[in-house]
């Protein structure tokens, strides 16, 4: 079956630097979605991508979609005590609505 | 707040114990899921609802297991004979599906299940 997997599984970076998990599925995905989920919360979604090489901002967040459908990243820039949280990707196959989550990887700040 | 209920918060039973869960979605959102996380997992898909029809279950889903959403609005999901493996948070989310592209799942706050 599908697999997603997440690198790195875990980050500690001080607070100002900047973080990047980066997302990979086993299969093509038709698109991929990334949630952020707070300690003790819920995921919450971030973001949707869909076309290959896709690119997209929000604020000090990049999001990146691989030429292939394989792959994605998560960047942030200048981290804030306010993006600690666990960051997963969610990955869907042609046909079906089913979500896959990626193993997800863990952000903490150092203020 | 997402909008997404779900009730209990919390469940601790014994092992044996049969245990039933709500989740009331977005009212306008016509697709339901249920999902499965352990302590360290991304949510494992369990199954889905479009309406009252349920489209999808898990393979990894046993028969102890049953989920209905009979009106197309609340759905409920049934572990019968619970075992300690089955100890992990139950999220519930929905989404309005209306094309033929996945949309955002919005997350309720989930039931914590201890079975002891």
């Known amino acids: 079956g599908q697999q997603v997997m997440q690198i790195p599984q875990y980050q500690h970076v001080q607070e100002g630097e900047d973080f990047t998990t980066y997302c990979n599925s086993s299969?093509?995905?038709?698109?991929i979605q990334w949630y952020k989920q707070r300690p003790g919360g819920h995921p919450v979604f971030l973001i949707q991508l869909v076309k290959s090489g896709e690119v997209k901002k929000q604020k000090r967040l990049t999001f990146q979609f691989g030429e292939a459908k394989k792959n994605s990243s998560l960047h942030i820039t200048a981290t804030q005590t306010t993006d600690v949280g666990t960051y997963f990707c969610a990955g869907t196959n042609f046909g079906n609505e089913k979500l896959t989550f990626g193993t997800g990887t863990r952000l903490t700040i150092i203020p | 707040d997402t909008g997404v209920s779900q009730d209990p918060r919390h469940k601790i039973t014994k092992r044996g114990q049969n245990v039933t869960f709500r989740c009331d979605p977005i009212?306008?959102?016509?697709?339901l899921y249920w999902y499965r996380q352990t302590l360290g997992q991304g949510p494992e898909f369990l199954t889905y609802f479009q309406n009252e029809a349920q489209l999808e279950k898990s393979r990894l889903l046993s028969d102890r297991f049953s989920a209905e959403r009979p009106k197309g609005s609340f759905s409920t999901l049934e572990i019968q004979r619970t075992e300690q493996g089955d100890s992990a948070m139950y999220l519930c989310?929905?989404?309005?599906?209306?094309?033929?592209?996945?949309?955002?799942?919005?997350f309720g706050p989930g039931t914590r299940l201890t079975v002891l």
């Open positions: 989310a929905s989404s309005l599906f209306a094309s033929s592209e996945p949309h955002e799942q919005f």
């Open positions: 299969t093509t995905l038709s698109n």
């Open positions: 009212s306008e959102h016509n697709r």
